[in-house]
């Protein structure tokens, strides 16, 4: 642990705490040890630069590919999660950097995915799934009208807003959202910063992945680090600029560690 | 695959002022690749007409033109479903040629002989059936494992499934033929004896009817009850009429098509009775209605059930589906398990129909049904496909085959014709999907 995250330790216990995790795929250690943990109402960033293992470490949460190591705690139990399904169980959601959509069915198809609502025979009860998901990306995205096409046909806005309301509808508890903005414009990229900074208040856990450090540092609250497959450290939004944030992504090295000189270098 | 309109478009009440063909089919929510299927099988049955001066649309043909397609349909509902998953079946000839030796020899020998318990006993078709579609579910629920759960491609195990069933076929009766089979048992291959009759015919048209206006006030009434914009009325009503005038004509012109003079006679003489004027009506085949039942079934199971959910969010997106914490490994299976379910029930229609099992039956049958999917507007690259347009693409393939013949096509062309057709129906439906796009 290091100092700047005991600093931030709250008294209540993580939402979720995942503890020396570790994945290799062959030989290469795609995640080493890494310890990170998220508290309700917290976003936590998960930044660093590609292949540094971010979203494998997230993969191994979610359930879509189990970690090879180390344990994971949801409010303080220690659970097993090896595929989707147990993840949701555990309140576990995922919005994934390509979406995953099912391109070919439409919203209400897409949001009900694995967890279809049906009638009293075992039937898909298609209007309420329609209107629910009405209600939800209503509330999400007030543009949207396009319930009945296959979502290959949307926009990126709107394919990540059904994706965000399968995530949400189902009253997550911890919430993973993995570059959500990386397919979108200006506006769009609002309207999700607005929904994080709401679901925050509505007390749910986030990690936020991203390897766009502004997106991070405007709405993290702490900020873990990886590179190299390997934590470099978890520190406080507030006690660190963005420069030494890049220190630790590009370099590794903890604000207290690195130099006055490494820093113009990397800035300049 | 539904069409693509914004919401707000549907709430019209009167009749469409633009009557542009696509608002047209926009108010009535048809797919318009099923309605250009439907159009390009009538051009093809009009041009057949003309060409074997009226013979083409004559009750008797379009008649034999429906027990024909029977057996193809029947198994071109669950290709639709295994090709939408992104895989392929290419031993069904094979599962339809053991699974019909092994109903025959049920009902020839094992139940009779065997058992010791004499031929054309009541329950021998209904123990034969259910013994061959046991043994095709088997059959496809082996492939499927070996797919799903080895992850050994489709094409590979169904190609080895192809020779394995087949050689099977051969070893299990030496290259005897089979038969002559039960004597209910052939009435699922359809004849005059295997047909409803005229009042069967028209109580299942009136079923029919009442079930599709019932789906139509149903569907209105739960988005009623959901504040959906609901389709209008008028369409509803033409969709309805039009329904219920294609079912009404569909029965008449079977129950128009007596029955052949001699068998009618020998009908006549056998329940005392005497023929009406024109002849004996034969109605709806037995086949033809199995074929019906099972395109109804199949298409629940694709649109209302959570399998066909799987299935095609499967096809769209396998990742994506893996994700959603959907079983695809056992929904995959579920695909080839149906698939030999189908090939069994089309093995007794074929061996019924011939009255006799052989060692090569169904022989290429996978290819005429693989056509009829793909014709049918099923896509190779997953995720679309419909089963009414495979059943469709079985009548279709079946017109083109049994129009050349009765206008005297040789053999070789009506070959290269039908591969054509294949071809260049599959490159235009691919070329319209781009401009779509």
Redesign the interface.
Known sequence: MTAAESATATPTAPIVEMRNIRVSFGGVHAVDNVSVDLHAGEVVGLVGGNGAGKSTLIRAL?G?HPADGGEIYVKGEKVSIS???DA?TYGIE?I?Q?????????AA??MF????I?TPL???DD??M??ATREVIGRLNPNF??????VK?LSGGQRQSVAIARAVHFNARILIMDEPTAALGPAETAQVRDLVTELKSQGIGIFLISHDIHDVFDLADRISVMLHGKLVGTVDKDKVTKDEVLAMIIIGKLPEQVSKAELETLTT | MPEVRPVTEATHKGAPSKRSMRSLLASFEIDGRLLGMVLALAVVWVVFNIVSGGLFLSPRNLWNLSVQSAAVAIMATGMVLVIVSRNIDLSIGSILAVTALVMGLVQTEWIPIDLGLGLNQPYIWIVALAVGIALGALIGAFHGFLIAYFGIPSFIVTLGGLLVWRGASFALVSGRTIGPLDSTFQLLGGGPRGSLGETLSWLVAALAITGLVYGIVASRRRRRRYGFPLRAVWADVTLGVIGSLVVAGAVGITNSYPWPPVLAAEYAKEHGITIPPGGIPTGVAIPVLIAIAIAVVVTGLATRRRFGRYVYSIGGNPEAAELAGINTRLTIMKTFILMGVLAAIAAAVTSARLNAATNGLGTGVELQVIAAAVIGGTSFSGGVGTIAGGVLGAVVMQSLSSGMVLIGVPTALQDIVVGAVLVTAVGFDSYLRRRRA
């Open positions: 979610s879509a595929n989707p399904r949701r995922t994934y390509t979406l995953a959509l099912a391109d070919n069915v439409d198809a897409n995915l694995g967890r279809e049906t075992g039937s898909l209007a309420a329609e209107s009208q396009r319930f009945k096409v296959p046909s």
